[in-house]
Structure formats: structure tokens, C-alpha cells
């Protein structure tokens, strides 16, 4: 078995708890207008294909600096090579090294429930509230998210929540309240963050000559990040603050 990679962080400190090794694979369905990894989208732009043992050697290389972190798997969408990533959590289970999902939540399938018996934790991106939204964000429907959501509440997976704020498209006040209703019924969240839009993916965007509809738009300020953020600790989601 081997897996499209796009490349690996040895000492990521912002894709789960502690130091991690941030596995990210090749492949996503989703098309977001934001998205800073455009060179994930296409599986076959792979930079490496490796088998999972091979993985697992990088990882054990820094296995003396994870050991109160552990290891997250990310893209691209990881959950488009479900049978590969089981497999390196699998080994990661094996000797004792927490494990963490980074996904849309788009591929709900029953190979994607498999994967989750090996994952002790999911970062889950609940892009937008609204479906018309949603779809002109991504290009695809937020359905199958809400149902990875709800199965996630159902098996009691524990889950960090993002939000990426992007003026214009997610910062409206009606939006956000309805994000912060529906995702406060999901009793298994232990933390929300919200991530303030940026630039910096725009040269791949260059790069893999596509047409980025977000060059000219701004980011958001701290007075709308905070805004957002009051708006979901208002519903008590346990919103983690951006420094005040």
C-alpha cells in the first residue's frame, strides 16, 4: 500500500495539542476560495508516494519530541486515502503516540468510519452555516460535514472546531449566530478556534496558475475576529480567545 504525500512537518506546534509530526497527503474534493495548500487539490501533483512504514520511520526520527504531542494527518483532504492513513494511525496506536484528523468532514463513507477507530482526536473545519454559502465557498454541499459531525457527537469522538473568518463571506452576524447555535449542541467540541483569513497561500495560487477570486480581499480585523469569538462563547462553545 502506498500513500500520495505531499510533504511532512517534523515540529508542528498549531495542528493539535503539543508538538506534532504533520503528515500532509494529496488530494481534495473541495475547492475553497481560501484554501493555502491549492497544490494538495490534483493527487497526482504528489511531491512523494510512500508505503506507511515509511511514514512511520519519519516519524519515529522525531519520536523523543512528540511524546506529549503526537502526530496529525492533514492536506488536501486525508479522508481521499482512507486505507493508507489507517494504516499510519494504526502503527501510531501501536506504540502509544496520540493521533489527530485534520478534515473538511466531506467523505463520510465507511471506510472513513474505520479510520476514526484509530484517531483520538478530530480537527473538524464546519466552513460555513449556510448551504448556498457553504457551496460558493467550496464548491461542494455541506451535508455530508453535518452528517461527520453528528456521528462524531454520536460516538463521542473528541473535536476541535475551525473557522476560518474571511470578510465577506463568513463574517456575517446572522451566519455566525447560526454556526455557534448549531455547533453548541455538539457535546463532544472541546475547543473552537477561530482563524482569521490571510494571504500567504497566494503565491501557489500564482504558482499553479489558477484564478484566485480572494487577492484583493482583506483580512479580517482584530474587532471582527473578537466579534466572532463573543459570538460563539455566547452560545458556550469553548472558544479558545485570541490574545486581548
Known sequence: ?????????????????????????????????YCHNVDTWNIKDRKKILEPEEVFHEIEKVQG????????????????????????????????????????????????????EYVDLVLLDIKH?????????????????????????EINKPVWLRYVLV?????????LHKWGEY???????????????????????EMMKRVYVLKNNPTPTPEQVRKAEDIFKSYGLPVRLTNR
Open 1 to 33: 500500500m502506498k500513500g500520495f504525500i505531499h510533504s511532512f512537518e517534523s515540529f508542528g506546534t498549531k495542528d493539535g495539542p503539543g508538538i506534532r509530526f504533520v503528515l500532509f497527503m494529496q488530494g481534495c474534493p473541495l475547492r475553497c476560495l
Open 65 to 116: 519530541f512528540i511524546r506529549t504531542g503526537g502526530v496529525t494527518i492533514s492536506g488536501g483532504e486525508p479522508l481521499v486515502q482512507p486505507d493508507f492513513i489507517k494504516e499510519v494511525f494504526k502503527l501510531c496506536k501501536e506504540h502509544g503516540i496520540h493521533t489527530a484528523l485534520d478534515t473538511s468532514g466531506y467523505i463520510f463513507t465507511q471506510r472513513a468510519k474505520e479510520v476514526l
Open 129 to 153: 452555516i449556510n448551504p448556498d454559502k457553504y457551496k460558493i465557498l467550496t464548491s461542494v454541499n455541506l451535508a455530508p460535514t453535518l452528517k461527520f459531525a453528528e456521528y462524531l457527537k
Open 167 to 175: 470578510p465577506g463571506y463568513t463574517d456575517g452576524e446572522e451566519d
Open 183 to 205: 455547533c453548541s449542541k455538539l457535546t463532544n467540541v472541546q475547543r473552537v478556534d477561530v482563524l482569521p483569513f490571510h494571504q500567504m497561500g497566494a503565491p501557489k495560487w
